[in-house]
């Protein structure tokens, strides 16, 4: 065979991918009108290295760039990159397709179609796509999909996440039916839906034995393609987006004869997108937490300080300077007295002496002049200039005169507000939402009002107000994650290891304490147990619970508090379930005190603060009785051995 033949047959099975560059939306105004989305610095690296850096650690060998704006931006990234030989350099090689006519991302993927650059099974993903999953496995899987189901055009990615996931966003919840193959019967995007019911074609249930209905996920913005889904853009100019194209092929599967699966990550799997400032803190977030390892920051960029902060290089700042929750970028030049919380501030920014920047982004080489404050969602782009005791909240800050600029919009020379249009009411929530910088936590109470009002209040058409209703309480969320994580690990028969790192996340999600989280995974484990019935086999089935969690409780009971926190647990779960007896209680504490991971000198301490008059203390006490007999009869013999 000639060496040209063999090239060929090489470029033939390369593992491809095709990466989109532009939202074509506004989401990130005013920053985007000067910074590329694909450029957007996450914890002071852009976007794209991320995206790259996945994409070669997931077995990607050639990736199409597809650019539409800042294109020369977005070159000159890519070969300074390939100039000081970057990780995904080694491995992959990135092909830049530019084409400013396109847009919408169905534009671009017809635009694609027409180039012919696509030779078999590729990986699509939307703009600001960040994930740790290995790919191969996913296309294989699909491969052999196809060689079961002609018609299947589509593999979607998605991320098992609670309802209060951190990196759920409400614009992208998502309802799903999926029979028993995964495959895809009825896709529902539940922000618009105003309504509290949804409907379900009837003959879905009528054609498959099973079919299961999903909305504990979230969209990972990955989708394995087969050949055919560049000509379905192609036939179909209605497509604009992947959604278009997931709804229309389900609802006319008959006449385009295609069909579309789901995938489902679990446990430390992790796939997401920057796709709203509130996408962008979430990610943020998860980043500086290491959730999505060996996707991380870069170390050479940021210094880790105290209170979840990340500072870029050449970043000064004040002793008297307050900082929690933020990312600094480089070279920022921050006075005396300044407080930033819950915000980030880009590269090459100044701000002096007594200002105040809370829940907001201020974009690069802005000036913060003397006692002002910016807070409550604002964005800034590039170059603005606050002056001296400006007070900005909820608000899009841009430093050129905007076309339409009404009264009160100018904050300064060099510091315009941006208006909403108030024409749909659709586009101006989406237009709302997109620029706040909400909480990370998406409460259950905002949850039902962000679905379901009828629309925005007068001072929501501003901005959207900070004013929240009571949140539930975070710690009994914690506890209704870890049930769910630990309950799933334990019938999928996941690694402890895994499940712990899912824990620790709740925990700096819902920001519990030590204590919390050492008390409610202990009695999350003994709750599970009691979904088994009680009777002949229950105790069998606990030890064998007891014993796959050990790595989990060796974890969390770790000293002399964290027992006590433990036998706490053991009280909570026996005084709130009457039908325990005394076997039961008598079980559990025998099982960690010979396991060794409660003392005895612990369980005395303990059991001398409960309720002498109280059941529970019955229930314990001839257990605290035989460990004291013990103890005793071991002195004994020690005395008479004397």
Same mark, same amino acid.
């Given at each position: ?8 047959i090489?470029?033939?099975?390369t ?5 989109i560059?532009d939202t074509?939306?506004?989401e990130f ?14 914890i002071n690296k ?6 790259? *850096? ?9 990736? /199409? ?6 294109v020369?931006d977005?070159?000159?990234? &890519?070969?300074?990159? =390939?100039?000081n030989?970057?990780?995904?350099t080694?491995?992959?090689k ?6 400013e006519? +396109?847009?919408?991302? %169905?534009d +671009?993927?017809?635009d ?5 650059l696509?030779r078999g #099974? ?6 600001g ?5 290995q790919l ?6 699909h491969n052999e999909l196809?060689?079961v189901?002609k018609?299947? @055009?589509m593999?979607?990615v998605?991320?098992?996440?609670? &309802?209060n996931h951190?990196s ?7 309802l799903?039916?999926?029979?028993s193959?995964k495959?895809?019967?009825?896709y529902?995007?539940m922000?618009?839906n ?10 879905? /249930? ?6 299961s209905?999903?909305h ?8 394995i393609c ?7 853009f192609s ?5 604009q987006t992947k959604?278009d194209?997931?709804r %229309?092929?389900?609802? #006319?599967e ?10 489902i ?9 920057v796709?709203s400032?509130?996408m $962008?803190?979430?990610l ?5 937490q290491?959730w999505?390892?060996?996707i ?5 960029? #940021?210094?880790?300080?105290k209170?979840?902060v990340m ?5 000064? /700042?004040?002793?008297?300077t307050?900082l929690n929750?933020a990312?600094l970028?480089?070279h920022?030049?921050?006075g005396k #007295?300044?407080?930033?919380?819950d915000?980030?501030?880009?590269s090459?920014?100044?701000? *002096?002496?007594n200002v105040?920047?809370t829940?907001? =982004?201020?974009?690069?080489s ?10 409550a ?6 170059g603005c ?6 007070f900005?909240?909820?608000?899009l800050v841009?430093?050129?005169?905007p076309?339409e600029?009404?009264n009160?919009d100018?904050? %300064?020379r060099?510091?315009?507000r941006?208006r909403?249009? !108030?024409?749909e009411?659709e586009?101006?929530?989406? @237009?709302i939402?997109a620029k706040k910088?909400?909480r990370l936590h998406i409460?259950?109470?905002n949850?039902?009002s962000?679905y $379901?009002?009828?629309?925005f209040?007068?001072s929501?058409?501003?901005g ?14 914690f506890?209704?994650e ?7 690990g334990?019938e999928?028969?996941l690694? +402890?290891?895994?499940l712990i790192?899912?824990?620790n996340?709740?925990?700096y ?6 204590k919390e ?6 009695k ?7 979904r088994h019935?009680?009777?002949?086999q229950y /105790?069998s089935?606990l030890?064998r619970?007891?014993?796959y969690?050990?790595p989990?409780l060796?974890?969390y009971?770790r ?9 706490q ?5 026996a005084?709130s379930?009457?039908?325990?007896k005394e076997?039961?209680?008598?079980? =559990?504490?025998q099982y960690?005190y !010979?396991k060794?991971y ?7 301490d303990w059991?001398?603060?409960?309720d002498q008059k109280g059941?529970?203390?019955?229930q ?9 007999e013990?103890?005793?009869?071991s ?5 008479g051995?004397?």
């Amino acid at each position: 065979m000639s060496k040209k033949n063999n090239e060929v047959i090489k470029n033939e099975n390369t593992v491809q991918a095709i990466v989109i560059a532009d939202t074509f939306g506004d989401e990130f105004v005013p920053i985007s009108n000067d910074i590329p989305h694909a450029l957007l610095p996450l914890i002071n690296k852009p976007l794209i290295d991320y995206t790259l *850096e996945f994409l070669s650690l997931g077995g990607i060998e050639e990736t /199409f760039l597809f650019c539409c704006t800042h294109v020369d931006d977005i070159k000159d990234h &890519i070969n300074k990159s =390939v100039k000081n030989n970057e990780v995904w350099t080694l491995t992959m090689k990135v092909n830049i397709i530019v084409s400013e006519s +396109c847009r919408s991302f %169905g534009d +671009c993927l017809r635009d694609l179609d027409a180039k012919g650059l696509l030779r078999g #099974n590729f990986v699509l993903l939307e703009p600001g796509t960040i994930s740790n999953i290995q790919l191969l496995p996913l296309i294989k899987k699909h491969n052999e999909l196809t060689k079961v189901d002609k018609g299947a @055009a589509m593999t979607v990615v998605f991320q098992e996440a609670g &309802i209060n996931h951190i990196s759920r966003c409400p614009q992208e919840e998502v309802l799903i039916a999926v029979n028993s193959q995964k495959r895809i019967l009825s896709y529902k995007k539940m922000w618009k839906n105003r309504e509290r019911k949804v409907d379900f074609p009837l003959e879905i /249930f009528l054609e498959n034995p099973c079919v299961s209905l999903m909305h504990n996920l979230k969209d990972a913005h990955i989708a394995i393609c087969s050949p055919s889904v560049l000509p379905l853009f192609s036939d179909n100019f209605d497509f604009q987006t992947k959604d278009d194209f997931v709804r %229309g092929l389900i609802m #006319n599967e008959e006449i385009l004869g295609s069909t579309v699966y789901c995938h489902i990550l679990k446990g430390s799997q992790y796939g997401g997108a920057v796709t709203s400032w509130r996408m $962008y803190q979430a990610l943020s977030q998860e980043l500086r937490q290491n959730w999505i390892y060996p996707i991380v920051p870069s170390r050479k960029r #940021n210094r880790a300080l105290k209170n979840n902060v990340m500072v870029g290089e050449g970043t000064v /700042f004040d002793d008297s300077t307050f900082l929690n929750n933020a990312v600094l970028g480089e070279h920022v030049s921050i006075g005396k #007295n300044v407080k930033i919380e819950d915000a980030f501030v880009l590269s090459n920014c100044k701000i *002096e002496d007594n200002v105040i920047i809370t829940h907001s =982004v201020v974009g690069p080489s802005c000036v913060i002049k003397a006692k002002s404050k910016v807070t409550a969602g604002s964005i800034l782009g590039k170059g603005c200039v606050i002056e001296k005791d400006t007070f900005i909240e909820n608000s899009l800050v841009q430093a050129n005169e905007p076309e339409e600029c009404g009264n009160g919009d100018k904050l %300064g020379r060099k510091a315009y507000r941006l208006r909403i249009d !108030d024409d749909e009411e659709e586009d101006r929530s989406i @237009a709302i939402l997109a620029k706040k910088m909400s909480r990370l936590h998406i409460q259950e109470e905002n949850y039902e009002s962000e679905y $379901y009002s009828d629309g925005f209040s007068d001072s929501e058409a501003d901005g959207l107000s900070y004013t929240q209703s009571p949140a539930p309480d975070d710690t009994k969320l914690f506890f209704t994650e870890v049930i769910d994580s630990l309950t799933r690990g334990f019938e999928d028969n996941l690694l +402890c290891d895994n499940l712990i790192l899912e824990i620790n996340s709740s925990r700096y999600a819902y920001n519990v304490t030590v204590k919390e989280v050492n008390f409610n995974v202990i009695k999350a484990i003994l709750t599970i147990s009691l979904r088994h019935p009680i009777g002949a086999q229950y /105790f069998s089935h606990l030890s064998r619970l007891l014993s796959y969690f050990a790595p989990v409780l060796k974890n969390y009971i770790r000293n002399e508090s964290a027992m006590i926190d433990c036998l706490q647990a053991v009280e909570d779960v026996a005084t709130s379930n009457e039908e325990l007896k005394e076997k039961w209680v008598m079980f =559990v504490l025998q099982y960690f005190y !010979d396991k060794d991971y409660v003392s005895e000198d612990a369980i005395l301490d303990w059991f001398s603060t409960l309720d002498q008059k109280g059941k529970f203390h019955t229930q314990v006490k001839p257990f605290t009785d035989w460990l004291q007999e013990a103890e005793e009869a071991s002195s004994s013999e020690s005395e008479g051995s004397d």
